[in-house]
């Protein structure tokens, strides 16, 4: 360790040792006085069973003072330290009466800027991992005639039938799949329910040339990484087998070919009724739990233009778009240009249609390789692995940087990637497409934070558009004709069909559908952060809305996200739903205020 370290480390230490001593003496106001005027405090569930961020020393106090004295962090040890550019940025561990936790905390002039603390796992029931993990066979006289596959038929066969799962989930992509494994390692019944025949359809059945944005780095699921030959970018039909393979291997009980078409909550009870249809039979299921794991995304939407009804061409929602293959030769307009409607302009070209892209907003672009340089890369890539970062511990660096300090660490990087493809930028406004950075500069993570929409990484599609392979038409559409669409400003662009790359609704929109408008109206909108930019309307909530938490329903919880938020976030998830089970007491502190309905 150099000097510069020990010294940083030094200096951790007797701010930490600080910190302790006045919570172990209740000194909520000596406490506080450790932070410096702009200070934030984001706690994952260790302290506050929330994903809760207090920020300013008022609100720290107030957090402190909000919650039992046996939540509060003690026996903090300081584990590693390093000096940063005049900020002192610090690992640590804790424990209080129900957690043990890790944390990291950035000091400024001494004085606490940004701490966060995490949930590692529940003190009394610790997971089977490590010398904990259980002797899979019995040897001797006591050796039982049931081997591991005799008890797992068993479980397979009992669980949802005679004995109830403790947690549904409703949804069996990798946000699902994730949670479950979580789960089934935790402990807790946990049955995942889904529509497709096999796990990973829900990536299979999408069009032929989609590929994961992200990089491999990024999108590793829990406990089973992504082998280290595996490409940086997974193709769909991959990623399906990957969530296949890993729900047989984590052993998890999922129910493919089953949908669930009502929900209602157990007048006798806190848990649910939930009506299932598995493989066309019907089913009752009684959980106490239920979640809803849908992406990040709610009911697709689909503009409802006059003349839908005359046209006589295929309308399709980018999420049931087949293909660019049955359109060759084909005129087709693809109204939007985020992600999705990208992607299907590409494999358009690629299979010989002519695509027109309706471009009805500004949208942020940003190219693939500039975002794994300049955003990722510190993080989530073989230099960062390189340097001792992996995943877990990524996760953690990213999540201990507050929602409201964000934009500034971004906006940066996104200046420097705004100069540097200065040229690639300038064939897209040639080509006529409408170029922005977030309403505040801050790029592609804050748009998708705050709205889940309005960007596109770009892996080709944006030099079709430059060199006109992909036409760009502007405007709103006014209506539709037989054969063609038409926008506001009269332009006719002809159509064999229509494609709606137009995103999808708040994820209380399953809510809505599967129990009711009002139970749905009680939970609010989900996901942004209330920062009064575009589609992201106040009041600030500092978290995402009802992702991973307690909602105003109770026992109804929201998990999604990419890759990477389902990864890190279902830990956290998880350990509210094994407290809950194992009926450890969880008072919830600052359960997040329903502002939007959707």
């Known amino acids: 360790m150099s000097s510069n370290e020990l010294q940083a480390q030094a200096q951790a230490q007797a701010w930490a040792t600080q910190l302790q001593q006045a919570l172990e003496a209740g000194d909520v106001q000596s406490a506080t006085e450790l932070f410096g005027d702009e200070c934030y405090w984001r706690d994952l569930t260790a302290l506050t069973w929330n994903l809760h961020t207090s920020e300013g020393k008022e609100d720290i106090a107030k957090m402190l003072l909000g919650i039992e004295r046996g939540a509060w962090p003690r026996n903090i040890q300081v584990t590693s330290a390093a000096d940063a550019d005049g900020?002192?940025?610090?690992?640590f561990s804790f424990e209080n009466d129900r957690m043990e936790g890790l944390g990291l905390f950035r000091l400024r002039?001494?004085?606490?800027?940004?701490?966060?603390?995490?949930a590692q796992g529940l003190r009394e029931f610790p997971e089977p991992a490590g010398p904990r993990r259980e002797l899979g066979a019995e040897h001797g006289s006591s050796m039982s005639k049931e081997n591991w596959l005799d008890r797992r038929i068993a479980q397979q066969q009992s669980l949802g039938i005679t004995e109830q799962p403790y947690t549904l989930i409703i949804g069996g992509g990798q946000g699902g799949i994730g949670l479950a494994a979580r789960l089934k390692r935790m402990g807790v019944p946990a049955l995942v329910i889904d529509k497709h025949p096999r796990p990973g359809d829900q990536w299979r059945s999408r069009y032929h040339s989609l590929a994961l944005h992200d990089p491999v780095w990024y999108d590793h699921m829990p406990y089973i990484e992504f082998p280290d030959h595996w490409p940086v970018f997974t193709p769909k039909d991959k990623m399906g087998d990957w969530l296949e393979s890993y729900t047989k291997l984590m052993e998890l009980d999922y129910w493919p070919l089953t949908e669930a078409t009502s929900v209602r909550q157990?007048?006798?009870?806190?848990?649910?009724?939930v009506e299932v249809q598995r493989d066309g039979v019907p089913l009752t299921l009684r959980p106490t739990q239920l979640v809803l794991a849908t992406g990040m995304s709610g009911i697709p939407n689909i503009p409802q233009y006059p003349g839908t009804e005359q046209f006589t061409g295929e309308q399709n929602h980018s999420s049931t778009h087949p293909g660019g293959e049955r359109y060759a030769g084909k005129n087709v307009v693809v109204i939007g240009a985020n992600n999705s409607a990208h992607d299907i302009c590409a494999d358009l070209v690629q299979n010989g249609a002519h695509p027109t892209m309706v471009q009805r907003s500004s949208t942020h672009i940003v190219r693939s390789e500039s975002l794994m340089k300049h955003v990722l890369g510190g993080l989530y890539s073989e230099e960062a692995l390189a340097a001792g970062i992996d995943h877990n511990k990524a996760d953690l660096i990213f999540a201990s940087i507050p929602y409201k300090v964000l934009p500034e660490f971004h906006k940066p990087a996104f200046a420097q990637i705004r100069e540097q493809d200065a040229e690639f930028y300038q064939s897209l406004e040639n080509a006529g497409f409408d170029l922005d950075f977030g309403d505040d500069d801050s790029g592609l993570f804050l748009k998708y934070l705050r709205r889940g929409?309005?960007?596109?990484?770009?892996?080709?599609a944006s030099e079709l558009v430059a060199d006109g392979s992909i036409a760009l038409a502007k405007g709103e559409v006014?209506?539709?004709?037989?054969n063609a669409v038409v926008l506001a400003d009269g332009t006719q662009l002809p159509a064999d069909a229509v494609v709606y790359a137009t995103g999808y609704g708040s994820m209380n929109g399953w809510a809505a559908k599967l129990i009711s408008q009002?139970?749905?109206?009680?939970?609010?909108k989900c996901w942004g952060l209330g920062s009064d930019t575009a589609k992201d309307p106040g009041p600030w909530q500092g978290e995402l809305r009802n992702m991973w938490k307690p909602t105003k329903v109770k026992n109804l919880w929201f998990h999604g996200g990419n890759l990477h938020q389902s990864r890190h976030y279902s830990k956290y998830l998880g350990l509210q739903l094994k407290a809950r089970f194992e009926g450890v007491p969880t008072p919830v502190y600052a359960l997040a205020e329903t502002h939007h309905r959707a």
């Open 518 to 524: 009002e139970i749905a109206d009680e939970v609010g």
């Open 266 to 273: 157990d007048p006798e009870s806190d848990g649910w009724i």
């Open 478 to 482: 006014s209506h539709l004709t037989e």
């Open 109 to 118: 002039e001494n004085k606490c800027w940004t701490l966060l603390s995490t």
């Open 453 to 460: 929409s309005g960007y596109y990484i770009n892996i080709g």
């Open 87 to 91: 900020v002192i940025e610090a690992w």
